[in-house]
């Protein structure tokens, strides 16, 4: 069964303190993984898609990376403002255009 | 930029009333997306559309129905609102030129009912 896990599910951070959100997957044959932010009481905000394993995007502080398991966001040196929830999510290749989304990481930057 | 926009933010509806959630984007886009989001579980899909009249299942259709009579506009209906259906209600959108990986998605919509 195709799967998404996300960790941890809560990071406090101080302020310009780097560190890394994990997902994890199992699906039949990856055509996209996306990462999207989500501040409370709002819908998500596209962020990231990644095709293959290696690749790489950024955005400000936000990196995102692929392997054939998993993918990390990487933030660096955090500023209170990127205080939100990040939601993974990945499309299988058993002819389906359905996401299978991860329950996220509720992600505090504190001053 | 994409507007995506759900009529009603917040919403509480009393058990077996008919419950009807708008959805409206200004992009010409040929998907939309009906989601619902519960703690712990994440998003999960309801319905989606590739164009007018038309109407896929999504993972979760039980006790929900779907609309989509003109492009822009896609509408989610509740026919006999239960307690269980208590939960965030989240509209998207995308070009169909694309991944469906790449929503644009509404504000929410946030169903209580009692």
């Known amino acids: 069964e195709d799967q998404v896990t996300q960790s941890p599910e809560a990071l406090r951070l101080q302020e310009g303190e780097s560190s890394s959100l994990n997902c994890s997957y199992t699906v039949s044959g990856l055509r996209g993984l996306f990462w999207y932010r989500q501040d409370p009481g709002k819908g998500p905000e596209f962020l990231f898609t990644?095709?293959?394993a290696g690749e790489e995007k950024e955005k400000e502080r936000l990196k995102a990376t692929l392997t054939k398991k998993e993918s990390f966001l990487h933030i660096t040196a955090p500023k209170p403002e990127d205080s939100a929830t990040y939601l993974c999510?990945?499309?299988?290749?058993?002819?389906?255009?359905?996401?299978?989304f991860g329950t996220g990481t509720r992600l505090q930057v504190f001053p | 930029d994409v507007k995506v926009t759900q009529s009603s933010r917040y919403l509480v509806k009393r058990t077996g009333e008919k419950v009807f959630l708008e959805c409206v984007q200004d992009?010409?886009?040929?998907?939309m997306f009906w989601y619902r989001q519960d703690p712990g579980l994440g998003l999960r899909l309801i319905y989606f559309?590739?164009?007018?009249?038309?109407?896929e299942k999504g993972d979760i259709p039980e006790g929900y129905s779907v609309s989509r009579e003109k492009k822009e506009r896609f509408s989610l209906i509740l026919e006999s609102a239960s307690t269980n259906q208590t939960s965030m209600y989240l509209c998207a959108s995308n070009p169909g030129q694309v991944t469906f990986g790449e929503l644009f998605f509404g504000e929410g919509s946030r169903l209580t009912v009692l």
């Open positions: 992009m010409d886009h040929e998907n």
């Open positions: 999510a990945v499309q299988g290749g058993d002819n389906t255009d359905k996401l299978i």
């Open positions: 990644l095709y293959s």
């Open positions: 559309s590739y164009d007018v009249k038309m109407k």
